[in-house]
């Protein structure tokens, strides 16, 4: 079975611009979420998507957003780059089985974004 | 939402030593809780998990009890070997529940082991 793939897997933007990073989850995996991780504040949760619905947000900013297509993909975007979005954008799919908060995430390998 | 704390490496043990990583969390009820993996040049993986109370989560060796009575899920290894050097993280999930994924990871804790 092929693993999470992110695309692309490099960026370099300026500020004020807007980023789109797409992922696709695991075959037969209907959620996916985001995590930014940096050195400074470790890896933290953006959002997680289910069905093309949103389920669950963390604590950023609406310029960070995302959606998920019927095919289970799933793009994240982010507006108005600051210097401080610099990080790698991790995208986890996992089966999603409503009412199973323990389901493992499975983990594709990023993508680093540096905002100059 | 929910929260991990865990021990910041870097931790550098010599080959065979004996290994703790601690990890407390705070949570509404009792989540699942998680040990994730990044081995240098690799993606996070999961290495172990206990999803109730007094669970022992267990793989490669590793292992780590759920106690809800002190709000820890330290991991454990009797003898570290230079393949476990990697980035250690505790988790959780972001909101206590069920019904939705996404998770809340601790710092990660970096460790070194050394022949």
Request: hydrophobic fraction near 30%; glycine fraction near 12%; proline fraction near 3%.
């Given at each position: 079975k092929a693993g999470v793939t992110q695309t692309p897997r490099y960026l370099i933007k300026t500020r004020g611009q807007q980023v789109t990073l797409s992922c696709s989850p695991i075959s037969g995996h209907r959620s996916v979420s985001w995590y930014q991780q940096t050195p400074g504040q470790g890896l933290q949760f953006l959002f997680e998507y289910f069905s093309e619905t949103q389920r669950n947000k963390g604590n950023f900013p609406?310029?960070?957003?995302?959606?998920?297509?019927?095919?289970?993909?799933?793009?994240?975007?982010?507006?108005t780059l600051e210097l401080g979005d610099s990080a790698l954008y991790l995208c986890a799919s996992s089966a999603g089985l409503a009412g199973a908060s323990g389901d493992e995430?499975?983990?594709?390998?990023?993508?680093?974004?540096?905002?100059? | 939402?929910?929260?991990?704390?865990?021990m910041e490496g870097p931790v550098t043990l010599s080959e065979e030593a004996f290994?703790?990583?601690?990890?407390?969390?705070?949570?509404?009820?009792?989540?699942s809780l998680f040990w994730y993996v990044q081995y240098p040049g690799e993606g996070?993986?999961?290495?172990?998990?206990?999803?109730?109370?007094?669970?022992?989560?267990s793989n490669k060796?590793?292992?780590?009890t759920y106690r809800k009575e002190t709000t820890s899920f330290h991991l454990e290894k009797g003898s570290v070997q230079v393949s476990d050097s990697a980035v250690y993280f505790c988790a959780l999930p972001f909101l206590s529940g069920g019904g939705a994924?996404?998770?809340?990871?601790g710092k990660g804790t970096h460790l070194i082991i050394q022949p």
């Open positions: 609406g310029r960070f957003s995302g959606r998920q297509f019927s095919n289970s993909r799933s793009e994240m975007n982010v507006s995430q499975f983990f594709g390998p990023g993508t680093r974004l540096t905002v100059l | 939402g929910n929260s991990v704390t865990q290994l703790t990583i601690n990890c407390t969390y705070t949570a509404t009820g009792y989540p996070l993986q999961l290495l172990l998990k206990a999803t109730k109370a007094d669970d022992k989560g060796g590793f292992e780590a994924d996404g998770l809340t990871f």
